[in-house]
Nanobody
């Protein structure tokens, strides 16, 4: 098992930036593909970005391509999401999640991600 704790959320104006972090503990972190997901009020949870065990492969939702960057540090057991050019529609609770090997760098189905953090709120508003 792996335990996940997100941090870095907050309030920002449109066009601003935030960097989310996810700290992992427990099982061998490099045995998991990792993903970022978000859920806005009244909407279903959606995938934002995913990254392979070694960090070489990534995938992004169309809505965040070119604005968000996912990365990981296996030595530090951390996952990051750099979010630039934020829009009001990016407002949501953001979750990191772990998909154990054999894993795929995919955003769906969310059920393949066995472990989830508690989430961190991101609000983009003027």
């Amino acid at each position: 098992q792996v335990q996940l704790v997100e941090s870095g959320g907050g309030s920002v104006q449109p066009g601003g930036s935030l960097r989310l972090s996810c700290a992992a503990s427990g099982d061998t972190y490099s045995n998991y593909c990792m993903g970022w997901f978000r859920q806005a009020l009244g909407k279903e949870r959606e995938g934002v970005a995913a990254i392979s065990t070694g960090g070489r492969a990534t995938v992004y939702a169309e809505s965040v391509k070119g604005r968000f960057t996912v990365s990981r540090d296996n030595a530090e057991k951390t996952l990051s999401l750099q979010m630039n050019s934020l829009k009001p529609e990016d407002t949501a609770t953001y979750y990191c999640a772990a998909d154990p090997i054999p894993c795929g760098v995919v955003l769906t189905p969310t059920s393949r991600y066995h472990y989830w953090g508690q989430g961190t709120q991101v609000t983009v508003s003027s």
